[in-house]
């Protein structure tokens, strides 16, 4: 049986209008204004209200006043206010400012006339004050993990995981910042020589989502890295780390106006458009869905801004019939059930042998039927809820949607009914033809399919307009080697589950989006290559 640890009775949240709509109508509501996030009054008197203050050891990190601008705590044009649910257990963590498209385009004013002087430090200059960041938040990593359980749900002992993930991001840009070389390039013309600089790009726009910290500080290291100043759009779910993060950046010395933090909710969209028109950005880096991906890339084609996109996956997991079996169930432990099948690169089709397909769903199953689920802040809580309700009712629909075409239901299978977003871990086996085969669910669902052949495998894995990442098992040498270069994803996990740090290179191929993050490329994609060809020589 699994065990679920919430400590309260069935929740009786009844359904507001907006999830109604949503539940009849939901491609007709953007997922950045699904009900879910515009929690209406009528939810928040349901839900119990608010949460107890969080305690933390450094309360200067926990930011109620508002968005980062120019180095001051501001609410800009407060144009109403939006509440930050604990997805754990629905109650309300705290209540933040509306900004405006005005705000957004004040931050960006500002980041702009920060550039002149941040733009002329030198890498060693700016490579310490990164490691002063990771410094100081390698020393708040126990109240940094807290925000993050708060407020996006997963056990604390990831969250702490996510916090050294995070910070390893500011001492890998340290070192990759001074050694930001230019080229000096043989010349086809006497008396010219050629070189390169790398400079900055500019003022940045930074989005993103899912990863509360870890997905900030990559996109932040390597921009300030590389000198440029930033203007983040935080996201409306887990807002609170990104504040924290810029209360580091202060502490650690990153002058007024290099970071800046614009809060929205309900201007999601138009903060969003305006950080695409805006001419004084010159790049975007977002993380996201591959919808809302097209969308700004669209909204950027009017400024031809740089772009880099880390978008949805629908990541293939082969299990061959010469596998490992209990590391295979180890890999897709890790893999699919991460912040409970919450990140990009999560497994979302586990594609099996036929020959050891009931021995792998019966070792998988047991394996899940041992986790522990509930609020990520008690103890021993080994998986947390969802992000939102959406998110549940999203993997409602995609197995209901198998079942009905042929799959069965080996563990889970169903939303749980207590307070918080929360969806029995499950496992279906004999899935065929249904939505997962083209959707990512983003959750907890390990959907598993049948092969018969190397060939048959690779085919099916590869059958997606996403290419984010990918995983397989095998014992085989000349096969990992085969399947590794056949598979249309960014990145592969040959016998791992577990593929992200700081020093490879992040990232996907076909509608999963492009550039990389982390590792030695991450900083060119912040950066300009400019060619000086000096003559008269
Ligand atoms: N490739 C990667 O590195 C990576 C990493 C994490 C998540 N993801 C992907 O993100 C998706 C899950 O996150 P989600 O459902 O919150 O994604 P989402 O695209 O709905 O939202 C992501 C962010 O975009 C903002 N946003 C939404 N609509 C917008 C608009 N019109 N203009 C500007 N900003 C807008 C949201 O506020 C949020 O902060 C999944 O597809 C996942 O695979 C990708
Ligand atoms: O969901 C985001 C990806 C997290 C990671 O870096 O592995």
Sequence with gaps: MLRVCIAQSARSLTRSPATRLAARFPAAI???LAPSRIISTQQHRMASNKAAPLKLKNPSLWIEKGGFVNGKWTAGANDGTFEVINPGNGQVLGTLPEMTVEDTKEAVKV???ALKSWRKTTETERAAILNKIFQIMTENSEDLAQIITAENGKPLADARGEVTYGASYFTWFAGEAVRNYGDVIPSAVKGVQNMTLKQPIGVCAISECCF????????LAAALAAGNTVVMKAPAETPYSVLAIAEICRQAGV???VVNVVLTQKHTPDVGKELCENPLIHKLSF????????ILMKQASGTLKKLSFELGGNAPFIVFEDADLDKAVNGVIACKFRQSGQTCVCANRILVHDAVFDKFSQKLADAVRKFKVGEGVKDGITHG???HEAAVNKVQQHVDDAVSKGAKVVVGGKKLDVPGYFFEPTVLADVQSCAIDNEETFGPLAALYRFKTEE????????TEVGLAGYFFTE???RLYRVAAALEVGMVGANTGVISQAAIPFGGIKESGFGREGSKYGLQDWTNIKLIAVGGL
């Design 212 to 219: 509360p910290n870890a997905m900030v500080t990559r996109k």
């Design 111 to 113: 980041a702009h006339e």
């Design 456 to 463: 048959e495998a690779v085919e099916m894995a590869n059958n």
């Design 255 to 257: 002058p007024d106006g």
């Design 287 to 294: 993380t996201g869905s591959t919808r809302v991906g097209k």
């Design 30 to 32: 953007p997922r950045s």
């Design 385 to 387: 809820p969802l992000i």
């Design 476 to 478: 085989n040498i000349a």
